[in-house]
C-alpha cells in the first residue's frame, strides 16, 4: 500500500521523471557499441595480459599520445609489467614520426621487444603495420591494445558528467522561473541577463583588477558585482510589474532588449578574453570533487530551492500568489512583495548564470545567453510547472531541464544535426504542455463526478 501511494506521487507530482527514465533507457540502446577502457585502468587490464601472457621474459614498449590519460595507461601498465618480473623499455609519448624513430633506434641497438602496448588511437597507426618486417632486430613483436566491451556511450562515466554540465547553467537559471511562472509571470530578459553578467565581470577584471594579475578575492567581487547587477534588474522588473501593474511579458520583453543592448555597448560589439585570468576558470571548469564545479553549485543551489520552495513560508506564498492572488491578499500574503523578491532572485539566478558560462568560455560576450530564456522556460514546462501558475515543483524543473539535456545529447550521438534536434524539443514541450491540460480536464472529471448531485 505505501509503495502504491509512493508511485502515485511519483507519478503525480514528477510524472516526468518516468519520461527522463524511458528516454535514458531508449538512448542508451540506441549508442550501444564497442568501447575501449581508457587511463589507468586500460594500462591495469593490458599489464594483467602482457604478465599472464609472457611473464618475466616480456619487454615492452609503449606507444601512445601526449594525453594525460595515455600517461596513466603508460604508469600503469608499466607497474604490472614490472611486478610481473619483465623489462620495461620505455614509453614513445607523440605522434606516429616518433614511435619510427624510437622504432628505429632500438632495431639499431638489437634490442628484442616482446610487446608492442598501445592505445585504441594509437593501434592502427602505419607505421606499425609489417613491424617484423620493416624492423627485424626487434624480433616480430606483437602489438597489444587493451580489449573493447560493449556498453551504451551514452552511459559512460565522462558523457554523463558532460550531460549535466551542459544542462547546468539552464538548470539553475530554470529555479528562478520556476517560482516566477508559479506566480503566472514570466521572465524573457534571462538570456539578455546572462550575456550582461558575462560583459560586466570580464570587463571588471579587464579594466579595474588588472586583467590577468586579478587576484582571486577580486574576480569573487567582480563576480559578485555582477550578479548584483542582475538581481537589481530583477528587482526593477519586480517594481515595474507590481506599481504599475504592466503585464511581465511585456516588462520582461524591454528589459531583455535594454540588457542586450547595454551589453553591446559596454565591448562595442566585441568579445572579452584576452586579459582573463586562468584562476577565474575554476568555477566553470574546475572539478574538485570528482565533477565539475558548476555542477556540484547546481545541486546545492536546488536542494536549498527545494527546502524554501516545500518547507517555508515564502515558498507557499509563491504558490498562493500563483493560484489566487486575490485570495492570497486577503489571506494575509504580501502578494506585491512576493513578485518582487521571485523577479529578483530569477535575475540574480540569470546573473549567476552568466558568471558561470564566462567561467566556462574564459571570456565575456555580448553574444552569450542567445535563446536561453526559450530552454530555460522549455525546461520549467517540461519538468511540469503550469503556465497558469499555482503548481510547479523545483525538483520537476531539474528533471525537465535533463530531458532537454538527454535528447540533444541522444541525437548528438547519433550524429544529427541541430535542425532536426530544435523540432524535437519543439514537439518534447508540446507535449508536455498537452499532457498537462489533460492531467487538469481528467482531474476535473475526477472532481465532478466524486461531488454529490
Known amino acids: 500500500m505505501a509503495a502504491k501511494r509512493f508511485l502515485a506521487y511519483l507519478y503525480s507530482d514528477y510524472g516526468m521523471l518516468v519520461v527522463l527514465v524511458l528516454l535514458s533507457v531508449i538512448i542508451s540502446l540506441l549508442t550501444i557499441k564497442v568501447q575501449f577502457p581508457e587511463g589507468a585502468g586500460a594500462g591495469d587490464q593490458l599489464g594483467k595480459r602482457i604478465a599472464k601472457t609472457h611473464g618475466a621474459e616480456a619487454r615492452v614498449l609503449a606507444i601512445t599520445r601526449p594525453t594525460q590519460g595515455d600517461r596513466d595507461f603508460a604508469e600503469r601498465l608499466k607497474a604490472r609489467v614490472l611486478d610481473g618480473g619483465g623489462a620495461w623499455l620505455g614509453h614513445v609519448e607523440g605522434d606516429p614520426q616518433d614511435a619510427r624513430r624510437e ?13 608492442l602496448a598501445t592505445v585504441q588511437a594509437t593501434s ?12 627485424p632486430a626487434l624480433e616480430n613483436p606483437e602489438i597489444l591494445s587493451p580489449e573493447g566491451y560493449r556498453w551504451p556511450t551514452f552511459l559512460r562515466r565522462d558523457n554523463l558528467i558532460n550531460v549535466a554540465n551542459q544542462i547546468a547553467v539552464i538548470a539553475i537559471i530554470a529555479i528562478g522561473m520556476t517560482m516566477v511562472i508559479i506566480t ?18 570580464a570587463w571588471c577584471i579587464t579594466h579595474w583588477l588588472g ?18 547587477l542582475c ?11 507590481t506599481r504599475f501593474s504592466i503585464p511581465p511579458f511585456i516588462v520582461t520583453l524591454a528589459i531583455m532588449l535594454i540588457a542586450s543592448g547595454v551589453a553591446f555597448m559596454i565591448t562595442d560589439g566585441d568579445s572579452i578574453f584576452d586579459t582573463i585570468p586562468d584562476g577565474f576558470k575554476w568555477l566553470g571548469v574546475g572539478a574538485d570533487l570528482g565533477m565539475p564545479n558548476a555542477v556540484v553549485l547546481m545541486i546545492v543551489i536546488y536542494a536549498v530551492a527545494h527546502v524554501v520552495m516545500e518547507h517555508t513560508p515564502f515558498g507557499r506564498h509563491i504558490y498562493a500568489v500563483g493560484g489566487n492572488p486575490e485570495a492570497a491578499r486577503l489571506s494575509g500574503v504580501p502578494v506585491k512583495r512576493v513578485l518582487v523578491l521571485v523577479y529578483t532572485i530569477c535575475g540574480a539566478l540569470a546573473g549567476l548564470g552568466g558568471i558561470i558560462v564566462a567561467s566556462q568560455l574564459k571570456s565575456g560576450d555580448p553574444n552569450f545567453g542567445q535563446l536561453y530564456e526559450l530552454m530555460v522556460i522549455a525546461a520549467v514546462v517540461v519538468g511540469g510547472t503550469s503556465l497558469l501558475g499555482g503548481e510547479g515543483k523545483i525538483l520537476g524543473t531539474l528533471i525537465g531541464a535533463f530531458i532537454i539535456a538527454v535528447i540533444q545529447n541522444g541525437m548528438n550521438l547519433k550524429g544529427l544535426e541541430s535542425y532536426p534536434q530544435k523540432v524535437m524539443l519543439g514537439m518534447v514541450i508540446l507535449g508536455a504542455v498537452l499532457l498537462d ?10 472532481v465532478t463526478s466524486s461531488s454529490p448531485s
Not at 503566472?184 to 565581470?201: E, M, N, P, T
Request: glycine share 12%; hydrophobic share 55%.
Open 184 to 201: 503566472a509571470g514570466i521572465d524573457l530578459s534571462v538570456g539578455s541577463l546572462v550575456a550582461l553578467s558575462a560583459v560586466v565581470v
Open 211 to 228: 586583467g590577468l594579475a586579478a587576484s582571486g578575492i577580486g574576480l569573487l567581487a567582480a563576480a559578485v558585482m555582477a550578479i548584483g
Open 437 to 446: 491540460q489533460l492531467k487538469k480536464k481528467a482531474m476535473a472529471r475526477s
Open 124 to 135: 592502427d597507426w602505419k607505421v606499425l603495420e609489417s613491424v617484423g618486417t620493416r624492423f
Open 103 to 115: 622504432l628505429d633506434r632500438l632495431n639499431a641497438a638489437g634490442e628484442a621487444i616482446t610487446t
Open 231 to 241: 538581481a537589481c534588474i530583477g528587482l526593477f522588473t519586480g517594481i515595474m510589474i
